[in-house]
Nanobody
Framework: QVQLVETGGGLVQDGDSLRLSCVAS????????LAWFRQTPGKEREAVAA????????YYLDSVKGRFTISRDNDKKTVYLQMNKLKPEDTAIYYC??????????????????????WGQGTQVTVSS
């Protein structure tokens, strides 16, 4: 069973930066497609950024393009989310998720929570104005 552990959340000011990390267990990390989701009370979980297993193609929610960067280090079994120019509306619990299948349709599925088989426990990001 794959386990995901996120770290790096916290309280920051409007315009600040944070980097989230998610470390995974499991032997086949390089074949996992990975994503970061976020959720606020009363709202559905939304995909923020994703990175495919093949060629590390990246995908982003429109509102974070140019501010957030997702990356992966297969040797460290870690996926990162660098968040710059944070805004109060970025406040949420951020979750790491892994698609454990070798997914050749990931480009059409990356933003759907049902695509993912494993989830982390979440880390709180709070951006004050």
């Amino acid at each position: 069973q794959v386990q995901l552990v996120e770290t790096g959340g916290g309280l920051v000011q409007d315009g600040d930066s944070l980097r989230l990390s998610c470390v995974a267990s499991g032997r086949s990390f390089s074949f996992y497609s990975l994503a970061w989701f976020r959720q606020t009370p009363g709202k559905e979980r939304e995909a923020v950024a994703a990175i495919s297993w093949r060629e590390s193609t990246t995908y982003y929610l429109d509102s974070v393009k140019g501010r957030f960067t997702i990356s992966r280090d297969n040797d460290k079994k870690t996926v990162y989310l660098q968040m710059n120019k944070l805004k109060p509306e970025d406040t949420a619990i951020y979750y790491c998720a892994a698609d454990l299948a070798i997914d050749n349709r990931y480009d059409t599925r990356w933003s759907n929570p049902d695509t993912y088989d494993a989830w982390g426990q979440g880390t709180q990001v709070t951006v004050s104005s």
